[in-house]
């Protein structure tokens, strides 16, 4: 309880109760298989980067255009790549979940299987009732994940931002306050201005997939780094006979990474470092890689 005040403790702490449903869905959590075979990505793009998806996200980027503009001459963080994450998190505002977030960490610390990560998080929610956030506030998804970009508590304490200027980072109720967090939390990871985050490519059948492989040992989400190829520049990729999909190549000396999520024969994707602060944001290929091709089909 370290930094909460013994006033918060009293008036939260006795009325929790174990919620078994919310310890019920982290144990169905995909990840908790590390060796079950990963799934073509295909199916999920077309689920994720669907046309509703993508119309819903041309209508919120012109509604929402000169405040996005702003957030992006600021951070470098591109206007649609907030957009696709606001798309992807709570389908543009429209579900941010309704389970009250204190009973939820306090029942996932409990059952234990993630305990240090769920202590963590009871504790930050409770400093930011401390701080004065709102009770509606305090209600989120099942694992805790709270407003419009799905913060979680440490995450909203440590990189939500107040984007008009009244003194609250209101990332439920304020979609100016929602953006400018999103594209703060970006910037925090290491977003680079002015570099895509990556594209589709064709590769050449040609291709030795021995030679690329990347000897880099991850620290942290292995299982999403390991299908990563080594890093190469641009202009290494295009002499070993890859060719853009559509649009134009980036400069020859920018750094790619290579990835083949429908397999040899498919759609290929070289990432830059900008496609790990989308992974930072959610660590999952499908997630990062649906975020970009939506970003860049709400912009078209």
């Not at 930050?124 to 989120?140: E, S």
Request: charged share 20%; hydrophobic share 40%.
């Amino acid at each position: 309880s370290e930094g909460v005040t013994q006033a918060t403790l009293d008036r939260v702490m006795p009325g929790l109760t174990y919620n078994a449903r919310v310890v019920q869905l982290d144990r169905a959590q995909p990840e908790g298989d590390p060796n079950a075979p990963i799934p073509k990505f295909d199916p999920y793009r077309r689920k994720h980067v669907d046309a509703a998806r993508i119309g819903r996200g041309r209508t919120k980027y012109t509604e929402l255009r000169p405040l996005l503009g702003r957030i992006e001459r600021e951070t470098g963080v591109p206007e649609e790549v907030m957009l696709a994450i606001y798309g992807h998190e709570t389908n543009y505002g429209t579900v941010t979940g309704n389970y009250n977030a204190p009973q939820a960490l306090a029942s996932l610390a409990f059952e234990g299987r993630r305990r240090p990560l769920f202590e963590g998080e009871l504790i930050a929610v409770l400093k930011m009732i401390d701080r004065g956030v709102p009770q509606y506030a305090i209600t989120g998804s099942w694992a805790g994940a709270l407003g419009k970009p799905q913060f979680l508590p440490s995450v909203y304490l440590r990189l939500a931002r107040d984007g008009d200027g009244d003194g609250y980072a209101d990332i439920w109720n304020s979609e100016v306050d929602a953006m400018t967090s999103i594209a703060n939390y970006l910037l925090n990871a290491g977003w680079r201005r002015d570099e895509p985050w990556g594209f589709a490519v064709n590769v050449p059948a040609s291709l030795d997939r021995n030679a690329i492989r990347s000897n880099l040992v991850p620290n942290r989400c292995a299982r999403v780094f390991s299908r990563h190829s080594r890093w190469m520049s641009i202009g290494e990729w295009r002499k070993m006979g890859f060719s853009i999909q559509s649009g134009v190549w980036p400069q020859d000396s920018m750094m790619a990474t290579l990835i083949e999520p429908d397999g040899e024969g498919a759609t290929g994707y070289l990432l830059g470092s900008n496609y790990r602060a989308i992974l930072d944001y959610n660590c999952s290929n499908f997630y990062a890689l649906s975020v970009g091709l939506l970003a860049d089909a709400v912009r078209n």
